[in-house]
Structure formats: C-alpha cells, structure tokens
C-alpha cells in the first residue's frame, strides 16, 4: 500500500530508508533518535527527501526521478505529530473540524472517540488522552487516505492505552484507512500492526509481517533492539525440521528452522515465553540455575543461569504448581524449539 525509498542528509544524521508495506497497518519500531519521525515526516511532505520515492497505493506523492513532489495539503495524509499540534486558542470541536472535507463529520468522530461531552473545552483545560483522541478526530475529519501516527500512545497510562488500541482498530475497520504507526514499544507493535519495519540509526534494516520479524532478527542488534536480551552463542550442526544448535556445553538444542548450514556460527536466543509444559519432540530439556523468583500477578518471573549466561523465564501463575523452583537450586525446564530464534553471527563476534 505504502511504497518509500528516500535519502535525506541532514546535519550530522543520515535518513536512508526503504520499505514496502503489505498490511493496513505499519508499526516503525526503532529507539529514540534513529529516523522514525523524520520518516513521517518525508512521507507527510513536512520534509523534502534528497532523493528517492514514496507512493501511495499507485499515487506518487513524491519521486525525484519523475520530478514530483506533491505538497502536504494535497496528499490527503492525516497526521497526528507527537505533541498533538492542537492550536490551543480553538476548542476541541474547532480542532476537530479544522480541514474537515464533509459537513458533520468531525462531530460523528468526537462522538465516536468519546469526547464530544468536551467539545466547548480547549486543549489547555483537557487530560493527554483527550488531547490525543482531539487530534486523531482532526486527522480522521479530513478523510485521509493514510493515517500517520508519532508514538500517539507513549504518554498514557496501560488502560487508556488498551481503550485507545480499540477505538483505532474499529476506526481502521470502518473508514478502511492504511496506518503508519511510530513505535518503540515491542508490545504495541504486536497489538495494532500487521507489519513491521525495523530502522536502526537512519536505516531501514529489516521488515515483514510482526512475527516474522521478531522470531528471524537479521543480527543479535536487532534481537536486542526487539527485547532479546539472552543470547548464548552456538554453531549449526544440523538443519531439519528444527535447527541443531551446539552450546558451549557441547549440548543440543533443538530450535527454529532458519536458512543456515552446517558449521555456521550462530546465537540463540533464550525468550521468557519459550517453557513447555513436557518434553515432546518440538521440546528441550534443559537445567537452569535459579537465582530469583518473583511472584507477579499473572506471571512468575525466574531469573536463572543457563550456559553461563543469565535468561529470564515466565510461567503463567496457573502453572506454577506444575514446577519446582526455589532460588539458590536448579531447576528443570522444557523449552519449545519454536519459540527458540538463531540469529546469525559474524566470525569475529563475539557474545
């Protein structure tokens, strides 16, 4: 749906993107400071690329070869910036209808997200999760053709951000509008997208669909960037219906199918999720050295040394009796081969 190859030297920082997003909605998930706002903003219009392009659907909104560069107001692309960019001496209704395309229809958005009770009101007299569901019935009164959307949730709280998860996705349903979504938090990415780009330090370096990605990082960076923090480093003995890996141990471990070949240096990656209720074949018996144990709510956090290096694993509360562990003991875990990613490493890289 959304097409972008663009080039854009600023001072002391290079924008060098490409994607091409197959889904409605397109998560760009990167730390702070690595390009994902300037993005939005090369696509918005905001920010004239140096070169390359960006379409929409068939529709060159801007392409250096071709000498097209369509200005903001005519791209048709609703964008909600981080601060909200509400002009504070409007109310929230005139907020909202500020470049509405057809009468009505910023008061049927304010009903629908909740906030028409405070349409008189202005931006300084209503909470962040007000101002935000303002500045999205603004975007979604001009009737886009996309929908850009920077961190739009990063300053609420975990409820009103479920609430906010839902009212998007019914609006994306009804008005059929593709989004590009600025993320770095990994569990809203899987929440809202179908799609998923990494960029690293102005750089696109990995996309496809969010499972894909997260299960098949390119290199232990964008593990790490995608909250994989246990890494054990191994080698490829085989490749069958699960990935042979060697450990340091000079144990196997059974993990998930990549395009690897014998020899091949590699990481595994350790997820808290991986712990199997028994062994079946797509599992691993493994000893882990338990160092803590905390107690939440609906999960039961271990902290333990597995191959010389610190993992982290989470049991459902209700399973809890299921397992022995006591800090201070070892403790005996099945690992689930697929939920077990192997990233590739080079010679020299060291864990």
Same mark, same amino acid.
């Given at each position: 749906?959304?097409?972008?190859?663009?080039?854009?030297?600023?001072?002391?920082?290079?924008?060098?993107?490409?994607?091409?997003?197959?889904?409605?909605?397109?998560?760009?998930?990167?730390?702070?400071?690595?390009?994902?706002?300037?993005?939005?903003?090369?696509?918005?219009?905001?920010?004239?690329?140096?070169?390359?392009?960006?379409?929409?659907?068939?529709?060159?909104?801007?392409?250096?070869?071709?000498?097209?560069?369509?200005?903001?107001?005519?791209?048709?692309?609703?964008?909600?910036?981080?601060?909200?960019?509400?002009?504070?001496?409007?109310?929230? &209704?005139?907020?909202?209808? *500020?470049?509405?395309?057809? +009468?009505?229809?910023? =008061? !049927?958005?304010? #009903?629908? %997200? $909740?906030?028409?009770?405070?349409?008189?009101?202005?931006?300084?007299?209503?909470?962040?999760?007000?101002?935000?569901?303002?500045?999205?019935?603004?975007?979604?009164?001009?009737?886009?053709?996309?929908? &850009?959307?920077?961190?739009? *949730?990063?300053?609420?709280? +975990?409820?009103?951000? =479920? !609430?906010?998860? #839902?009212? %998007? $996705?019914?609006?994306?349903?009804?008005?059929?509008?593709?989004?590009?979504?600025?993320?770095?938090?990994?569990?809203?990415?899987?929440?809202?997208?179908?799609?998923?780009?990494?960029?690293?330090?102005?750089?696109?370096?990995?996309?496809?669909?969010?499972?894909?990605?997260?299960?098949?990082?390119?290199?232990?960076?964008?593990?790490?960037?995608?909250?994989?923090?246990?890494?054990?480093?191994?080698?490829?003995?085989?490749?069958?219906?699960?990935?042979?890996?060697?450990?340091?141990?000079?144990?196997?471990?059974?993990?998930?199918?990549?395009?690897?070949?014998?020899?091949?240096?590699?990481?595994?990656?350790?997820?808290?999720?991986?712990?199997?209720?028994?062994?079946?074949?797509?599992?691993?018996?493994?000893?882990?050295?338990?160092?803590?144990?905390?107690?939440?709510?609906?999960?039961?956090?271990?902290?333990?040394?597995?191959?010389?290096?610190?993992?982290?694993?989470?049991?459902?509360?209700?399973?809890?009796?299921?397992?022995?562990?006591?800090?201070?003991?070892?403790?005996?875990?099945?690992?689930?081969?697929?939920?077990?990613?192997?990233?590739?490493?080079?010679?020299?890289?060291?864990?």
């Amino acid at each position: 749906m959304v097409k972008v190859k663009v080039k854009k030297k600023l001072k002391g920082f290079e924008l060098k993107v490409e994607f091409s997003s197959k889904g409605m909605t397109t998560a760009l998930f990167a730390p702070s400071g690595s390009g994902k706002s300037l993005t939005l903003k090369a696509i918005s219009g905001i920010l004239t690329p140096d070169e390359g392009f960006i379409y929409l659907k068939e529709r060159a909104l801007f392409d250096s070869a071709k000498g097209i560069n369509v200005p903001p107001q005519k791209r048709k692309i609703g964008y909600l910036p981080q601060e909200y960019g509400l002009f504070p001496h409007l109310t929230v &209704l005139e907020n909202a209808k *500020f470049g509405e395309k057809r +009468k009505g229809t910023a =008061e !049927e958005i304010l #009903k629908r %997200l $909740k906030v028409w009770e405070i349409k008189d009101k202005y931006p300084h007299q209503i909470s962040g999760g007000q101002k935000q569901r303002t500045a999205l019935a603004r975007a979604l009164a001009a009737e886009p053709e996309l929908l &850009l959307l920077d961190e739009p *949730f990063s300053a609420l709280d +975990k409820s009103l951000k =479920e !609430e906010l998860y #839902k009212e %998007l $996705k019914g609006i994306q349903r009804e008005f059929q509008i593709p989004v590009i979504i600025v993320s770095h938090d990994i569990d809203e990415v899987f929440e809202l997208s179908d799609w998923l780009v990494i960029i690293k330090e102005g750089k696109s370096s990995q996309e496809g669909e969010p499972h894909e990605v997260f299960f098949n990082p390119k290199d232990p960076e964008t593990a790490n960037l995608l909250g994989q923090k246990s890494l054990i480093e191994g080698v490829v003995k085989e490749v069958n219906q699960f990935t042979l890996i060697k450990l340091p141990s000079g144990k196997t471990l059974k993990c998930r199918k990549g395009e690897f070949k014998r020899e091949d240096k590699v990481f595994i990656s350790i997820l808290p999720f991986s712990v199997a209720l028994s062994l079946e074949k797509e599992t691993n018996k493994v000893k882990v050295k338990v160092l803590s144990v905390k107690e939440g709510r609906e999960i039961v956090k271990i902290t333990g040394i597995f191959e010389g290096k610190e993992i982290e694993l989470h049991l459902p509360r209700s399973l809890r009796p299921n397992f022995n562990i006591e800090a201070g003991k070892e403790a005996t875990f099945y690992l689930s081969a697929e939920q077990i990613p192997v990233i590739r490493r080079n010679n020299e890289e060291e864990s």
